[in-house]
């Protein structure tokens, strides 16, 4: 069950209307790496974890990454201000001024509509945590490209906001995969001889030594 509180998770003001910089932002609505997507892929893997507190954990993410999804679509709504103008966007998507009126519609930055194949579940509580990570991390690089592309000191504070709790949900997400990191695929598999074997196919230069295949793990941040 869910419940939907009208207040925001944190404050969303602009300076101004800046529809050019809307198109930016709408990445992280619609976009691969954006709050739609990992909302829908931590729910969408927590529907068969047993473990109670990594259940909890995936939904309790999960459940925030939807409230970014409101913050940034509610951004979006200040940046485009309120009239409608196709030559307000010099390039990019121009879908929420010939067809959304104005809403921030379910789209990345160049017009593609999102789509559930972003989404990534496996049923390994480890890999799915160890692309739970990356997709923390990736989300955190759109954040600073777009930090780096606006003056708006408003929009730059919910941006800051937004990538220090993708920072938060990736160390959560580390502190889990070091609790099952012995489980699953990393029990099952890569335990022969040929998961020690490194060959250097790039020949002149070898850089590594053949691995010591070891569980992934990180250090708990908070030491």
């Excluded at 068969?48 to 940034?72: N, Q, T, W, Y």
């Excluded at 593609?112 to 579940?121: D, E, F, L, S």
């Excluded at 938060?168 to 099952?188: I, P, Q, Y």
């Excluded at 890569?190 to 002149?204: A, C």
Aim: aromatic share 10%.
């Amino acid at each position: 069950m869910f419940k939907h509180d009208k207040s925001l998770l944190h404050e969303v003001k602009v300076e101004k209307p800046n529809p050019q910089y809307a198109v930016l932002m709408q990445e992280q609505l619609g976009g691969g790496n954006g709050e739609l997507k990992a909302a829908l892929q931590y729910i969408s893997q927590s529907f068969r974890i047993k473990d109670p507190a990594i259940k909890d954990l995936f939904l309790d993410i999960g459940a925030e990454e939807l409230s970014h999804m409101e913050m940034v679509a509610a951004t979006i709504n200040l940046l485009n201000g309120h009239d409608v103008d196709f030559n307000a966007v010099k390039s990019g998507e121009i879908q929420t001024h010939v067809m959304f009126g104005l809403t921030p519609g379910l789209v990345n930055s160049s017009g593609a509509p999102w789509t559930g194949n972003y989404v990534t579940v496996t049923g390994d509580l480890v890999a799915d945590l160890l692309s739970n990570i990356a997709s923390e991390q990736r989300a955190k690089v759109v954040y600073e490209y777009l930090y780096r592309q606006i003056d708006d000191k408003y929009v730059k504070e919910t941006i800051d906001f937004l990538l220090n709790r993708e920072e938060a949900h990736n160390a959560l997400f580390r502190e889990a995969l070091n609790k099952v990191k012995n489980t699953g695929s990393n029990k099952d598999f890569g335990v022969t001889e040929d998961s020690k074997l490194y060959f250097d196919l790039s020949s002149p230069g070898n850089f590594f030594d053949s691995p010591n295949p070891t569980p992934p793990s990180f250090e708990n941040p908070k030491k």
